[in-house]
């Protein structure tokens, strides 16, 4: 798929798993063109991919292109004038709706546009309700007539949604900055700590539904409870499921060049919890040397992520801990985040936690230093004056490395001794489950072939093309443009994928496979028949006119299957070097 608006994650191969919840919005974005979409806030902390979800999203609609028009904003995290603001507010939405309106995703990228600019290309596009909108702009900005800039500007989306019948979808991210950041002033010294509320009417309207998202979950849903009470759905985003994070770990593993197994794969995405940021994390570290087919490598990697000053990990963690504590008064508060973190298994009431640390305080402030502490995200929150520590391991141990020498006995090597235990669980978990889970073989399988295919194949092509039968005349190895598995699209009906996808230059023949790593059900005829349907789809959604078919089975193939791959031209392998790990 094209990318009209540039993602934060970078590579767009990077972007993996978060099926459900690509599903659920993209119902949500068809919704929208009934009107029926309620305005939604998506949950969850800093770095666990919101951001990703939200510019994908954009990205699908904006080339769907089938009447629900996609606008995206990000508000920044330093102090700004409210007339700058909304300024930029202005020009983003403008640049992005003619964007969709001409197909010329130019348009988005850039860096400026004047109002006068912005008329004119209205004008041209017949848009004359915009126009005029703009033009009442245009003495706001002169005069400095900030508040009522805002307030035209804000409503704007919902007005044109309505006038030409066509949803708009406002996707805002980091919407608790906007309470935060903005000013009354010039000076920026007088802060519009309410401006969230001025949304209360516009975000009710259909026509224009808003898909809001915070890092900041605790001041996020305040923001909403106090000034947006009832008008919006909440979405909360989880870690990924076990299968996504191990499809995460091996598309990292490729694109990082970080070479991994099938069974550190499977502690990985155990050991981070399914946290994308923790695996996205461990690959992009600064630590030297990372070869994550090593246990002790994988540790190493970890702890310098937990404890060094140049751990991304650590840094995120500690933003939200140095965030909390100037705010409220630093006396108990490392003991309560320890406690709760102690016990996170178990929700612990206000006087069981008073009377646990002997908190010599009255409720009313205990109750503001929790409120606190929650607000900031390094506590969590049950029922009123109900509370648990944070359910992440890995905040656990930084935080007792920070912060436990102040409270109680604290040791690096305890730490150690906590990851063998779990190790040594997590492998007990893994030989129990390897014979039974042939999905995760057969992710491993792919894993490998498509690590061949992108580094070594094509500079040892003869070798190669005699681990593979029925090759078409011709045929050769290449460098290929990008080597991958393959999904389609969200909403496709029937859903269908791809295990290998190598995509050649167009002069050259792409490889489009099938992979099958069991330990004695061999490839049928039937399987056969349905990958030749999803590749005949795949080629043609992709327009790829010449490629090779081909099909992996460990354990071989039906005695026929063989003289129907010879009469469709579709190759064939059971050759073990596929699977062999890279010199």
């Known amino acids: 798929m094209k990318i009209y608006l540039q993602e934060k994650i970078g590579n767009p191969d990077l972007f993996t798993g978060r099926k459900k919840e690509l599903t659920y919005f993209l119902k949500w974005m068809n919704r929208s063109k009934r009107y029926i979409a309620k305005s939604t806030a998506i949950l969850s902390r800093r770095k666990t991919g919101k951001s990703a979800l939200m510019q994908r999203l954009y ?186 994070a191990i499809e995460m770990i091996y598309r990292y593993s490729q694109i990082e060049k970080v070479p991994v197994t099938e069974e550190t794969a499977y502690l990985i995405a155990n050991l981070t919890e399914g946290n994308p940021f923790y695996v996205s994390g461990l690959f992009q570290s600064q630590y030297h040397d990372k070869d994550f087919t090593s246990e002790s490598c994988i540790l190493k990697t970890l702890d310098f992520e937990m404890f060094d000053i140049g751990g991304n990990i650590r840094g995120t963690w500690l933003e939200y801990i140095d965030s909390a504590f100037p705010r409220i008064n630093e006396r108990y508060a490392k003991d309560i985040v320890l406690y709760l973190s102690k016990h996170r298994d178990s929700l612990i009431t206000r006087n069981k936690l008073k009377k646990a640390l002997n908190l010599n305080m009255p409720d009313i402030e205990l109750d503001k230093k929790l409120k606190a502490l929650f607000q900031s995200d390094i506590i969590e929150k049950g029922y009123p004056q109900i509370y648990k520590g944070v359910q992440d391991n890995i905040f656990d141990k930084i935080f007792r490395h920070e912060y436990g020498k102040d409270i109680d006995e604290f040791f690096v090597e305890t730490i150690h001794d906590e990851y063998k235990i779990l190790f040594e669980e997590l492998h007990k978990k893994y030989k129990s489950l390897r014979g039974e889970h042939n999905h995760y073989k057969g992710m491993y399988a792919e894993f490998m072939l498509i690590q061949h295919l992108r580094v070594t194949a094509h500079r040892n092509n003869k070798q190669y093309q005699t681990m593979m039968e029925n090759l078409l005349d011709g045929f050769q190895f290449v460098e290929y443009k990008s080597v991958l598995g393959y999904h389609s699209p969200p909403l496709h009906e029937p859903a269908f994928q791809i295990d290998v996808f190598a995509r050649a230059k167009p002069d050259q023949i792409s490889l489009i496979g099938e992979v099958k790593h069991r330990q004695t059900t061999k490839f049928s005829l039937k399987e056969t028949k349905q990958f030749q349907e999803n590749a005949v789809k795949l080629s043609d959604m992709e327009q790829i006119e010449t490629y090779q078919l081909f099909i992996f089975s460990s354990a071989g193939f039906y005695d026929d299957v063989l003289p129907y791959f010879r009469e469709n031209d579709i190759a064939w392998s059971d050759d073990a070097r596929w699977l062999e790990q890279l010199a």
Not at 82 to 106: C, I, N, S
Not at 199 to 228: A, C, F, K, N, R
């Open 59 to 244: 990205n699908i609609t904006f080339h769907n292109n089938d009447g629900v028009i996609p606008f995206y904003f990000e508000i920044k995290e330093h102090k700004q004038w409210l007339g700058d603001f909304a300024l930029d507010f202005f020009k983003a939405f403008l640049l992005q709706y003619f964007a969709f309106k001409t197909r010329h995703a130019e348009y988005i990228d850039l860096d400026e546009l004047s109002l006068e600019q912005a008329t004119e290309i209205a004008g041209s596009l017949n848009l004359d309700y915009l126009v005029q909108l703009i033009n009442n702009a245009k003495p706001l900005v002169r005069d400095e007539k900030s508040a009522r800039l805002w307030n035209l500007i804000r409503d704007m989306p919902r007005r044109l949604a309505y006038r030409y019948d066509e949803p708009i979808v406002q996707m805002i991210d980091e919407f608790q900055y906007i309470n935060r950041f903005i000013y009354r002033d010039k000076a920026c010294t007088d802060c519009l700590d309410a401006l969230a509320g001025s949304y209360l009417h516009t975000i009710e309207y259909t026509h224009s539904p808003m898909l809001i998202s915070g890092s900041w979950v605790g001041w996020l849903m305040q923001d909403l409870q106090t000034l947006l009470p009832g008008r919006v759905n909440y979405y909360s985003m989880h870690h990924l499921p076990e299968n996504e």
